[in-house]
């Protein structure tokens, strides 16, 4: 499916090969769809955040999840998520090391029920980012760098309109990224008009410039 904004210039798609982002580690999930075939453009970016077990980094279990080969015996935690069949398109590491599961002309299964910007069902028309970290925590310099990088190139390929947390789709639900993430600060960075932000979220330009 072909999702981009019309008229595009070909250099704007530079750091694309199709929906792949050249620049992400490439680790395919199998957790994904087609969308569906009523879904007219992907217009939402989702900010998650995750780590396993909770709180603890860098162990690579998120990524070994999003592709269905975690040992679920290797902590007391997982028997909670045994069997669980999740993905994102995209995780960054604490370190700003950026992996992509899903191809972004897909689906992949990042939100669950969900509603926004007047629609329900937000994987059929999103992109979904995972951020490593525990809700509530700080996030690091690295992945707020990350991130805003590629926000910006996802906006080159697919006509964004809106961005917003887990919390804001499926709010009473989900918790996360939660209030330690910064999101002032990833406006700044990405410079785009605070209607695309959720309304609670949004900083006054002068306290962002």
């Known amino acids: 499916m072909t999702n981009w904004a019309d008229g595009a210039p070909a250099a704007d798609m530079a750091p694309w090969e199709g929906g792949w982002y050249r620049t992400a580690q490439r680790l395919a999930s199998p957790n994904r769809g087609p969308r569906p075939v009523q879904t007219s453009q992907v217009d939402l970016i989702v900010v998650h955040s995750i780590s396993l077990p ?12 999003f592709t269905n080969t975690l040992d679920w015996d290797a902590h007391p935690y997982y028997q909670g998520i045994r069997g669980l069949q999740v993905s994102a398109h995209f995780f960054i590491e604490r370190t700003g090391v950026l992996w992509q599961f899903v191809d972004c002309d897909l689906r992949a299964w990042h939100a669950g029920q969900s509603f926004y910007r007047g629609r329900s069902q937000c994987n059929d028309d999103s992109i979904g980012i995972e951020l490593e970290g525990l809700e509530g925590l700080h996030f690091e310099s690295a992945q707020y760098e990350t991130l805003a990088r590629v926000c910006q190139d996802i906006a080159l390929r697919y006509p964004i309109e809106y961005i917003a947390g887990h919390e804001h789709i499926a709010p009473g639900r989900k918790l996360d990224p939660g209030p330690g993430f910064d999101w002032p600060r990833l406006q700044g960075a990405l410079d785009w008009p605070a209607q695309r932000f959720p309304l609670n979220t949004r900083a006054d330009p002068l306290q962002i410039r």
């Open 54 to 65: 909770p709180g603890e980094y860098g162990g690579g279990a998120v990524q070994q999840l």
